[in-house]
T-cell receptor
Framework: DTGVSQDPRHKITKRGQNVTFRCDPI?????LYWYRQTLGQGPEFLTY????????KSRLLSDRFSAERPKGSFSTLEIQRTEQGDSAMYLC?????????????????FGPGTRLTVL | AQKVTQAQTEISVVEKEDVTLDCVYE???????LFWYKQPPSGELVFLIR??????QNEISGRYSWNFQKSTSSFNFTITASQVVDSAVYFC???????????????FGSGTRLQVQP
């Protein structure tokens, strides 16, 4: 299977703990996105990488959140000191850039998501 | 700011019925793409179609068809002869507007949950 993969698929943690999620994009894709989705809503953008550079962060991404893509391949999203409000599905997507700096033509392919539950 | 509206929160149909999911959008761009994704109970968002605003011809793929009308800013999705496996949440999405330098990702509607009963 050469699609986007995410690990773990489910994570249950206690409030205050740190968690880390991993995303492996489609191998030739140079752009990687993280989204968060809560029940009954569409995905909301968190952050975006072009190769290893993090080019944009949403206001949703508080200081407790950090994302990396060290070699321009897989990415990790870490949440420190988790809160109950962090409970959500965390989705990763990747795309192949058609034009430098312009993401308006990209088709994003999504992974299966990591469902986080903070108790 | 651009916006995607999916006014139908939930639709329930009986198998073999046709069903249309509505999507209305707002954008400043004169040319743009639009997307539909399917999210089955497993959670993964599955890409269905990307459509260019240049092309207003209906797109048909098997039982799926899309009707794009730039004049009314709508991009509706019809499933013909629905099946139980079509049960999912369907999202319409719009890419960032050109010139929105701080905005790189898709804007999604809130989704329409389709339940197809046997």
């Amino acid at each position: 299977d050469t699609g986007v993969s995410q690990d773990p698929r489910h994570k249950i943690t206690k409030r205050g703990q740190n968690v880390t999620f991993r995303c492996d994009p489609i191998s030739e894709h140079n752009r990687l996105y993280w989204y968060r989705q809560t029940l009954g809503q569409g995905p909301e953008f968190l952050t975006y990488f072009q190769n290893e550079a993090q080019l944009e962060k949403s206001r949703l991404l508080s200081d407790r959140f950090s994302a990396e893509r060290p070699k321009g391949s897989f990415s990790t999203l870490e949440i420190q000191r988790t809160e109950q409000g962090d409970s959500a599905m965390y989705l990763c997507a990747s795309s192949l850039a058609r034009r430098t700096g312009d993401t308006s033509t990209d088709t994003q392919y999504f992974g299966p998501g990591t469902r986080l539950t903070v108790l | 700011a651009q916006k995607v509206t999916q006014a139908q929160t939930e639709i329930s149909v009986v198998e073999k019925e046709d069903v249309t999911l509505d999507c209305v959008y707002e954008t400043r761009d004169t040319t743009y793409y639009l997307f539909w994704y399917k999210q089955p109970p497993s959670g993964e968002l599955v890409f269905l179609i990307r459509r260019n605003s240049f092309d207003e011809q209906n797109e048909i793929s098997g039982r799926y068809s899309w009707n794009f009308q730039k004049s009314t800013s709508s991009f509706n999705f019809t499933i013909t002869a629905s099946q139980v496996v079509d049960s999912a949440v369907y999202f319409c999405a719009l890419p960032p507007q050109r010139g929105d330098t701080g905005r790189r990702a898709l804007t999604f509607g809130s989704g329409t949950r389709l339940q197809v009963q046997p």
